[in-house]
């Protein structure tokens, strides 16, 4: 199984302080907003947070309400059947292609059937092409 769909993640940058990353997940959590996929990083004094939730608007209104910056950038939320070789299987396509990826994480669970990737490629939908024309339907 091989399925994607477009959606956006939230981006923010803040200052790398012990807490940061504990702090931002707390706000975004507190009503009740899923995290479905996140990233985090640091680089000097900055830091790097990127979310997708299972309510985006709601998360943002939230964060700008304590005062963050939140930016939004498009997506794709990639979920295979986690089994050797399936991620390679799109990567394979992608680079056969032509497709430059930017961007990619994510993480499953060993025992899970479903694995969750977030990917963003310089072009979102030529990834969104190929994923429906050539692996969703294999």
Do not use: W
């Not at 769909?5 to 959590?29: F, K, Y």
């Not at 299987?89 to 694995?115: F, N, W």
């Not at 490629?121 to 990834?127: G, S």
């Amino acid at each position: 199984m091989i399925k994607a769909v477009l959606d956006r993640q939230l981006m923010i940058s803040v200052d790398n302080d012990v807490g940061m990353l504990a702090a931002v997940t707390s706000v975004i959590t507190s009503t009740g907003i899923n995290l479905l996929a996140n990233c985090a990083y640091a680089i000097g004094d900055n830091a790097a947070f990127m979310f997708v939730t299972d309510d985006n608007n709601a998360a943002k209104k939230l964060l700008e309400s304590h005062n963050v910056n939140v930016q939004e950038e498009e997506v794709i939320l990639l979920s295979i059947d986690n089994k050797p070789g399936v991620l390679r299987a799109v990567t394979d396509k992608m680079a056969e292609a032509g497709i430059d990826l930017t961007l990619m994480y994510g993480s499953v669970d060993p025992s899970a059937e479903v694995a969750r990737i977030i990917l963003i490629a310089k072009n979102n939908l030529d990834v969104m092409m190929l994923i429906k024309t050539e692996l969703e339907r294999s």
